[in-house]
Structures are given as structure tokens and as C-alpha cells.
């Protein structure tokens, strides 16, 4: 029997990418999903197909960056369910471009959502969940949360934050019965790319110099729900992403100067 059935769970970001498929998995194994999104129509679209495979889904509209918003639809959904057994923290926007060309606007629009909005979810949940004395809350972050990466610096600044929160926290949540994960996916097939902000750079011609294939978000929804069924403190996918996180942790020195590489073949043949 899976761990999720009959459950009660609210995925932010879940309206598209890897939170829809996260939706679509977790209703199929039996919990009762809350898709959570600043996109509405397309969450009530989710949620209705969810519905209509027999699976149980609502839709709630929510901008991650409103603190009052959330933490109202975590002690709602609390409240409503009688309980709240997962937050999936899963919203997020990419930045690609070089720091020198970055407006202050810019830094703070990442952070509002990808630091700050993991942060909202994160302490909303962690409130009810340690009145429960249960509840396990996993914190998309990002490979990038893990190494060095040039070109998506602020990007990397907030996933790297939200690593250290959830890494941090599991510690001292494990005492209270509450759990805590940080996802760190490599590349995965979701429109992040399509839809997010850069600067003098095309996100598909950046996202060309790598080598690697993007993981469909599926299959990282596959990953994702074993690492939260085993207690996972980092779940970490594909294999591209194991590969280099070790390549890091094995060879620091060597990863900067395989990370200088596609900032020359940017600022030579992609920069604006």
C-alpha cells in the first residue's frame, strides 16, 4: 500500500512542470492533492483532470511570495482535512544571464519566490505539522543548490539557501516527528525554461551548451515520491546530477575549471 494514500498534500508550482506531475502521481496513489499556483486556470485544469481519473485534487490560486496567502491555505487545508501530511515547496523561477547585467529588481523578484516563498511554505507547514507531531515537508532546490554553476548565479544563491534550510531544519524537526527533504534535480523537461526571465542571453541557446539530457518530469516525479517514501534527506536525480555533485565533492578545484568553459563560450557566442 502506498505511503501517500488517503493523505492529504499541497504542492506549490503545480500547475505545470514537475509539481503537475507530482500531483498526478501522488492522486494516483491515493492522497488528496491541493495544486497550488499563481497560474489559477491552470491549476483548476490540473485538478480537474486529477478529478476526473478518479483521483482527488482541488485547486487554490497562490502567489508564494504572499506569507499571509500561504500560511491561510496551509492552516485552511489543515483545518479542512484535519490534518496536512506533506508540503511540497515546489515553486520556483530560473534567471539566466551574468551578474554584471542584472537589475536589482531582478535579484529581488528571485528571491521573493525561490528563498523566500520556500520559506513561507516551509514555516506554515512546519506550524501545523508540529502541533500533529508529524508531517514531512520537501523543499525543491536544485543541483544547483549543490555546486558551482556560473551564468544562473541568483538562481544558484536561492537553491543554495533553500538546501541549508531544509538540511538545517530536518535536524531539528527530526525530535518534534516532523521530516524534512531537499529535492536537487539536474536538468528535467519542464516549462521553467520556456517562461522564465533572462538577460542578454536566449535560455534555449544556454541550455544547449549542456551535455546532457533533460530528465522528463515524470520520471523525476518517480524520483522524487521513492526519496520522500524512504525519508531521503537529499534527493538528488538523474544520474548526470549523482555524477557531477560527486565530481564536486571529490575534485572542488577541477569543477571551476570545467565550469569556466561555458562562461567563455557564452560571453564569445551567446551574449547579447
Not at 213 to 221: L, T
Request: hydrophobic letters at 50%.
Amino acid at each position: 500500500m502506498s505511503v501517500f494514500k488517503d493523505k492529504t498534500a499541497i504542492v506549490t508550482g503545480g500547475a505545470s512542470g514537475m509539481g503537475e506531475a507530482v500531483c498526478r502521481q501522488l492522486a494516483a496513489r491515493g492522497a488528496s492533492v491541493i495544486v497550488a499556483d499563481i497560474q489559477s486556470e491552470k491549476a483548476e485544469k490540473v485538478a480537474a483532470e486529477i478529478r476526473a481519473a478518479g483521483g482527488m485534487a482541488r485547486a487554490a490560486a497562490l502567489d508564494v511570495s504572499d506569507r499571509e496567502a500561504v500560511f491561510a491555505l496551509v492552516e485552511n487545508t489543515a483545518r479542512e482535512s484535519g490534518r496536512l501530511d506533506y508540503m511540497f515547496n515546489n515553486a520556483g523561477m530560473l534567471f539566466v544571464g551574468e551578474v554584471r547585467d542584472m537589475a536589482p529588481a531582478q535579484w529581488e523578484k528571485i528571491v521573493r519566490i525561490n528563498t523566500m516563498g520556500v520559506l513561507h511554505g516551509t514555516l506554515a507547514a512546519y506550524n501545523v505539522m508540529i502541533r500533529q507531531g508529524s508531517g514531512h515537508i520537501v523543499n525543491t532546490a536544485s543541483m544547483a543548490g549543490l555546486i558551482y554553476q556560473p551564468i544562473t548565479v541568483a538562481y544558484v544563491m536561492t537553491k543554495q539557501a533553500v538546501v541549508g534550510l531544509s538540511l538545517s531544519l530536518r535536524i531539528e524537526a527530526a525530535g518534534l516527528g516532523v521530516r524534512v527533504s531537499a529535492v536537487c534535480p539536474g536538468v528535467v523537461k519542464t516549462p521553467l525554461y520556456d517562461h522564465s526571465p533572462s538577460e542578454r542571453a536566449s535560455i534555449p541557446d544556454v541550455m544547449g551548451i549542456l551535455p546532457v539530457r533533460a530528465c522528463p518530469a515524470e520520471k523525476a516525479a518517480d524520483h522524487i515520491l521513492a526519496g520522500v517514501t524512504k525519508n531521503k534527506a537529499l534527493i538528488l536525480f538523474p544520474l548526470h546530477a549523482r555524477m557531477l555533485w560527486l565530481a564536486y565533492r571529490l575534485m572542488p578545484l577541477a569543477l571551476v575549471k570545467f565550469m569556466q568553459a561555458p562562461v567563455w563560450y557564452f560571453r564569445k557566442k551567446l551574449r547579447k
